[in-house]
């Protein structure tokens, strides 16, 4: 690198650009304007070794050096039809897991294999899923947003599911070399049950989970076996600026062409309203994500503070589910009933509340839960006898029929979600006060980081209803 920032290059880069040579791509410093190095929060990432201009190539990863379905499924029976990309890439990293600081022994991936992360620890799904109970993240469990244990709750539900699968997979096939040199030490550890083994598979799962890329491969656009890893472009970190680095396949994708049959280049743009200068660190976005999805899926956040959140360079947003659901659980069979309701008509769950676009207001969503709420009065708790005439003044909502359910609906089911709001603003003062009394560990050199992390889930909790619960006072229309 010329000039700018220097830290250090990561361990195995030298051999994986070998590897990529090998397959046909030119690695030499002439071809390559990046590198990946140490990055200041983040592990590794991608940094531009010389001036780049904008929406410049900067790499085309060969497609025999793509892990997906179409290059892993030809080591393993049957693989497209038992298999989904999560599970087959999973279970291909399983087998090949690095020994400490060692090279992967996969004949075919191991320089690739051999650049992942070593370990997760810092993962929230690892404080939920991991055996080990000396993780030191089990401690930030209970300090979690209660929106975003639920969440992980989930993910583990995910990641449980594909380890089952893939174990009766591995049970239920003959596999040929060089899988068949590997398999039969792991189906012994299986039939022992080995904690080691869910803990190896759950190291793969979250490498599979934080990297992979969209990357067409299946005739619909959105087959979820659409995806895969990609050397190089896998080390870049996620930004939420307009300077990002994009996937020049992703645009190709996008047109309504049929699937193509012949394998491509994964080729990679820089970002396209800048000159990158050397030293730079070059990002992809990983989405419009909120903070609680960033959170769960890649174990780390957005920075936020409130003039971030109010120039609207992070979205704020604020789950409400678990209060939502609450209400609607205590009101006996007529909750039941107006549960199915929701859930016939789409708008059961995934109640949220956002600052962006000002004013802070709630989703459609929420206000369409909370207006069949309202709509018998708060002392009933059994289903009206003609049910399907009752709801025809919400209906009516939904169909664009009427604006409003009555006035009187409108203020009962704002003073609710103001009533929610200062709750979950009192909870989340309280869990800030919590987390700051909670001392760091020194021997952790993640703790403090993972600390803030979850003070600015609470703080966008925190400032995001206030917001909203500001609007409605002040009278906004949603
Ligand atoms: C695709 S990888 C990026 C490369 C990764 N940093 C590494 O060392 O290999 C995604 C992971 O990088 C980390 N990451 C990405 N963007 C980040 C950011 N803006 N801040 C902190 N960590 C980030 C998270 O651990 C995430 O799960």
């Known amino acids: 690198m010329d000039l700018g920032y220097s830290g250090q290059p990561h361990p195995h880069w030298q051999n994986l650009l070998a590897w990529l040579n090998t397959h046909g791509m030119d690695t030499s410093p002439e071809a390559m304007p990046v590198q990946a190095l140490a990055s200041p929060s983040a592990g590794y ?11 410049a190539p900067l790499f085309s990863t060969p497609p025999s050096a793509l892990l997906n379905v179409a290059t892993l499924s030809p ?13 087959l890439l999973s279970l291909h990293l399983f087998l090949y897991r690095p020994l400490g600081s060692r090279e992967s022994t996969d004949p ?35 300090s979690l947003p209660p929106s975003v244990l639920y969440s992980l709750r989930k993910l583990v539900d995910r990641f449980n599911t594909d380890w089952r699968t893939v174990q009766r997979y591995i049970q239920d096939h003959d596999f040929a070399h060089p899988i068949s040199e590997v398999i039969g030490a792991v189906e012994k550890s299986l039939r022992s049950y080995l904690p080691a083994c869910r803990e190896d598979f ?75 200068k050397p030293g730079d660190e070059v990002y992809l976005t990983y989405g419009a994500h909120s903070n609680k999805t960033l959170f769960v899926e890649y174990g780390f956040v957005n920075e936020i503070s409130n003039e971030i959140l109010l120039r609207g360079d992070v979205h704020g947003e604020s789950d409400v589910d678990d209060s939502i659901g609450c209400l609607f659980k205590a009101r006996g069979k007529l909750g039941t009933w107006l549960q199915e309701v929701l859930t016939r008509e789409g708008y059961w769950g995934d109640w949220t509340l956002h600052l962006q676009p000002l004013p802070a207001h709630p989703s459609y969503r929420l206000i369409t839960a909370l207006r069949l709420y309202h709509l018998f009065p708060a002392s009933a708790e059994e289903v009206p006898l003609d049910a399907d005439r009752a709801l025809l003044p919400w209906k009516a909502t939904l169909l664009g029929r009427a604006d409003r359910i009555s006035q009187e609906n409108e203020e009962a089911w704002k003073d609710t979600l103001l009533q929610i709001c200062s709750k979950l603003a009192e909870d989340a003062t309280t869990a800030i006060a919590s987390l700051d009394a909670v001392s760091a560990n020194r021997e952790i ?34």
């Not at 997760?120 to 993780?135: I, K, M």
């Open 45 to 55: 990432g991608l940094f531009a070794r010389r001036c780049i201009d904008p929406a």
């Open 75 to 87: 080591f393993y029976p049957e693989a497209r039809q038992s298999l989904t990309a999560m599970q």
């Open 108 to 142: 075919t991936f191991g320089p690739y294999i051999s650049t992942l992360p070593r370990e997760f620890d810092s993962h929230p799904l690892t404080w939920l899923c991991s055996g080990r109970e000396d993780n030191p993240g089990s401690a930030f469990l209970s």
């Open 202 to 276: 759950l190291w793969a799962w979250l490498n599979v989970n934080t990297r992979c890329l969209y990357y067409r491969l299946e005739r619909s656009q959105s087959d979820k076996n659409n995806v895969t890893l990609c050397p190089i472009l896998d080390f870049a970190n996620h930004t939420t600026s307009s300077h990002h680095m994009s996937p020049q396949a992703a645009n190709a994708d996008r047109a309504a062409a049929p699937p193509r049959t012949d394998p491509r280049e994964f080729t990679v743009l820089s970002p396209s309203d800048t000159t990158t």
């Open 445 to 478: 050199a993640w703790f403090s980081w993972m600390k803030k992390n979850i003070r600015m889930l609470w703080e966008e909790e925190l400032f995001v209803t206030r917001m909203v619960a500001q609007s409605i006072l002040g009278g906004e229309e949603f």
